[in-house]
Each structure stands twice: as structure tokens, then as C-alpha cells.
């Protein structure tokens, strides 16, 4: 995989470009997540916020404490998710990109609020909260 790495939302009203290689790449199995995806496992793709472009006008925002996630305010597709406390990364969905092949996650976070029932046969680091430490040091 090579930069640029493109993406968007499912009718195409929000796309994004991302100008680097991304820093991280992980499962979430957080609650937060499962809601904001409704998905049983989400899957994240983490870039620095000045290395990627947005176009388009139809990107919403939900904010909820120090988390703000994205989405297609058309199609409602979710996009991406910032924290402020990570102020120079932007995490988007790993469904959100064009080629999600080229995103292996290499890590699981939150497997201690991981669904009994889903088992996932990989030997990656597990993370029983987050995998990318908070500048104040707080654990989301
Ligand atoms: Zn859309
Ligand atoms: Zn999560």
C-alpha cells in the first residue's frame, strides 16, 4: 500500500484522502463503538489530522465527551472518530476506506468489553482498554 489512501461514505457525499501512510491500525471492541457502528467488532485506520483532505459537504458531527465521531449526514454511514485528547490523529472507520484489504489490524483494544460470543483466532497484542496512551494519561 502506497499514499494517497482514499475513502468515503457508502453514496459518495463524503470523501476523504489521506496523504501519508496511517500510524495505527486496531480492533475496538468498546461499547462506544459497537453503538456508534452497530457493528459486534469495529475496526479503526489511524492517520495525523494534517496529513489527511476532506471534500465534500454532507460530514456530520456527534460529540460526546471527549470523543467526536463522523458520519455521512446522507447516508449516514460512520467515518471517523477524533479525541481531543489526541489532538494530531484522526481514526477512521477501517470499512470507510476503498481498499480496507490494504489495513491489517495489528492489534485488539478493549477485549475486556469484547463480545463472549465472537471469537477472532489471531495471535495480535490484546488490550484490555486502549491501545494509544491519552497525553493527560486518562484511559477513556
Ligand atoms: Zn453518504
Ligand atoms: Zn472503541
Redesign the pocket.
Known sequence: MTAPHTGGCRCGAVRFEALAEPHHVSY???G??RRASGAPV?AFVGFLVDQVVFTGKALKMFESGPVTRSFCGICGSPIAYVDERLEDDIYFMLGAMDVPADFEPTLH??VSEQLAFLHMSDDLPRHLKTSVKRRDGTVP
Do not use: R, T, W
Request: one cysteine or more; a negative charge.
Open positions: 475496538c471492541h468498546c462506544d463503538c469495529s483494544a478493549y
